[in-house]
């Protein structure tokens, strides 16, 4: 029998379980609930940005016993301020034929997200890509976002 933690840290960021409603990113006491939906999915990670940066701020891969309910993927993480950027990584089929276009090497927007960061320059492209060890990765430079009140 699998042991699961309640909670755990990445870097200085605390990971709780989580609620898998409401979908998005939804600000909670000190830090930030994250939710999303996805009926293919086999494993899903958070990859967290600062305002303006392309390189990733930390990737919290989610359990599967922990962070998922059903469907839905979730996870709390605090101490988290709400202007984080951030988008959602999933594994699991990627057949063409049956409509399964799930690639790991893209960091994807959270179709749930109350607003986007960045935005394109009409006649670029809105992603790059980064060759590494782990591979090549993929990053839009729009990423979700909490609309930040002036």
Avoid at 70 to 96: A, C, E, K, S, T
Avoid at 99 to 106: L, T
Avoid at 121 to 131: A, F, L, N, R, T
Wanted: hydrophobic share 35%.
């Amino acid at each position: 029998m699998a042991v699961h933690k309640d909670a755990w840290t990445v870097g200085h960021f605390k990971i709780e379980r989580g609620k898998p409603l409401p979908f998005g990113a939804t600000p909670i006491r000190n830090g930030i609930n994250f939710s999303l939906f996805s009926k293919h999915a086999t494993a899903a990670s958070l990859v967290l940005f600062q305002p303006g940066s392309n390189k990733p701020l930390a990737e919290i891969h989610l359990d599967e016993h922990c962070n998922r309910t059903g469907q839905m993927w979730h996870l709390f993480v605090h101490p988290l301020d709400p202007d984080i950027h951030y988008g959602w990584r999933l594994n699991g089929p990627h057949d063409h034929r049956k409509g399964h276009w799930i690639d790991p090497d893209i960091i994807l927007i959270d179709p749930y997200a109350k607003g986007l960061s960045g935005g394109a320059v009409w006649g670029q492209p809105d992603i790059y890509h980064e060759k590494g060890e782990e591979g090549e990765r993929i990053y839009h430079h729009r990423l979700g976002c909490l609309p930040v009140e002036d």
